[in-house]
């Protein structure tokens, strides 16, 4: 990459534009993904799909350099070998079954008979389609054929996956058995790149997030630490108490808390602050000097929804 | 080569014809094959039923030159190359599935080499074999006199040339139907450009016929085939190439627009349309 260190060990996106004839896709992103679990976050055309396009080779940018662990993406025969993509099309190649899907594109990798026999076999068992591994693929059902996907893009066992919408069309059962499989491979150092619609998943399981909205990106980095970065948003705080009522007056006589709202039970409040560190200090005084019981202490919005609705908006949840 | 392309290449042409030979999409393509087949058949079964040797071995062997260049060439092997090769990528492309490919660890050099490798041995053994098979259906019903014409006359000679034309044809048209489906969206609109060119060359001047398949084909062919009235007037007459030229020529032409092909493929990106 010119002028700086290439990373071997990260994902680097360096002043990357990529535009469809006149339609942005993305504008000048820089970013840094480091191993484990990252989510891409935004909404449809938000430009997640061609980043993870970028990233695996499959279009090139139209400005700007990306190293996928120092390999340019421009090098199929040697990106491929560390990088698996599950893409969201749901297509397959005819007359197919599950087992000569994995097999015949395992072949592709100039791997042994033996070892791609080998492979195709711990894949399919892994992602439980055994069973149905003699079975045309075009005979799979929706979450089937999800789950032959990512067996496809994981089989040659990449150290970076690409994952669009991996979880869509799997019933709950399978998706906990995906995101505990995904939470495995970023335990491992793998670089794990997911999209997903469902933000309570993301939050679950991300151990970075990328939010974009637009082509760019809004804010990336660990969770927490990009709602810390939300300003403009006072920071929620549940805390749950003996007498809320006393705890509130006392608060509420400083200026960076901005609004306390009591629980429905009477058991506790919700706190909008602009300072969280200032804040815990006051809380800390109030606490001992009313000589309340405190059960919990919580924030409430740095999840993965609530800086969603705060930096791009929508309805929450799915988006 | 090392051992690893060589599985690679392998892999590529497996699946290529695991997928694609003998599959419901391309019943056409087995109809362009059949045809002339079905035509030789019927010649043979209507001259064998009437008993009279209306025509004789050298008429017919013009009536098969003819058929091979106005039919075979330019019809069948043209159509059915343009259906294998065209969608060596493009159908790829329409079917969203060119992203398994692209995502293999391979050269993609060699992704293009196997594939073209599938495509060619699937067009080898539907046109070659269908042009063998027409013509030893053509003469048949003239009995014991065919057989001796085939096997003491000039019969096996011109049969070699026939299929060495058909398998250059597949060659050639191969290389030019590869590199049209991955250059553009709709490859039948240069398919028709290159019919029509390929059907202009006998009245093009001498050096434009020598840019085209069909001029170093018919330079192949055993038995000349005069043009019919009116167009007989507007052909421009050259030397046809000789064959220790022709074969190479074709074999080159083939090579470059496959070496094009290849580079191309490097830039070659995924657009569904979606």
Known sequence: MSGAAVSET???????????????????????????????????????????????????????????????????????????????????????????FLYSFLRLHGMSDAECESRTLVALRLVGLADAAKRPVAAYSKGMRQRIKLAQATVHDPKVMVLDEPLNGLDPMARAEAIALFQQWGAEGRHVIVSSHILHEVDRISDQVILLSHGYVVAEGQIQGVRNEVKEQPMQIHVRCDRPRVLAARLLQQDNVVEAKLNPDGQGLLLRTRDADSFYLLLNHAILEAGLKVESVAPADDDVNSVYQYLIGGEGGTL | MNAMWMRQLGGVLRLELKKTAFSRRGWWIYMLAAAPVVLMLAHWLTEAKIHSARHSIGEDSVIFAGAFLFFFLRGSIFFGCMGIFSNLFRGEMLGKTLHYYLLAPMRRELLVAGKYAAGLAVALVLFVGSTVASFLLIGRHFGPAWSDYLWHGPGAGQLGAYTLAAALACIGYGAVFLLCGLLFRNPLIPAAAVWVWEGLNPFLPALLKKISVIFYLKSLLPVEVPAPPPFSVMVIETDPTPAWLAVPGLLAVAAILLVYAAISARQTEIGYGE
Do not use: W
């Open chain 1, 10 to 100: 990260d994902i680097v996106f360096n002043g990357v534009s990529r535009f469809y004839g006149e339609v942005l896709g993305i504008n000048k992103v820089s970013l840094t993904i480091p191993p484990g679990i990252t989510s891409l976050v935004g909404p449809n055309g938000s430009g997640k799909t061609t980043l993870m396009n970028l990233m695996a080779g499959l279009i090139r940018p139209t400005q700007g350099e990306i190293r996928v662990l120092g390999i340019p993406p421009d090098h199929p025969e040697r990106l491929c070998r560390i990088l698996g993509y599950c893409t969201q099309f749901d297509a397959f190649p005819k007359g197919l079954t599950g087992y000569q």
